[in-house]
């Protein structure tokens, strides 16, 4: 079964940082795109970023690049979203989620593309101005 759980949401000042983390398990690492989304109140979830696995090709929204960066350590099969310059507008809901394997997804503007298998539970980052 596959399993993701993230980690290291919290309340931070505007630009701060956070590094989330998401912990995956019960699947191939490798075979999986893994992506960022996030949803804050009143509106719609959103993707941040996301990375293949196997090849480490990474993909942003509009809104967080240059300021986010994504990463992976196939090793603790884990991926990370390091969070910097954070603005009130980040404050949200994020969520990393597993594609379908051998799928891949992509981020490109401020839309995603993709086909998604699994959902994490979720970590509440909040940035107060």
């Known amino acids: 079964e596959v399993q993701l759980v993230e980690s290291g949401g919290g309340l931070v000042q505007a630009g701060g940082s956070l590094r989330l983390s998401c912990a995956a398990s019960?699947?191939?690492?490798?075979?999986?795109?893994i992506g960022w989304f996030r949803q804050a109140p009143g509106k719609e979830r959103e993707g941040v970023s996301c990375?293949?696995?196997?090849?480490?090709?990474?993909f942003y929204a509009d809104s967080v690049k240059g300021r986010f960066t994504i990463s992976s350590d196939n090793a603790k099969n884990t991926v990370y979203l390091q969070m910097n310059s954070l603005k009130p507008e980040d404050t949200a809901v994020y969520y990393c989620a597993a594609s379908e394997p051998g799928t891949q997804l992509i981020m490109s503007g401020s839309s995603w593309y993709g086909r998604l298998e699994a959902w994490g539970q979720g970590t509440l980052v909040t940035v107060s101005s």
């Open positions: 019960g699947f191939t690492f490798d075979d999986y795109s």
């Open positions: 990375i293949s696995v196997s090849d480490g090709r990474t």
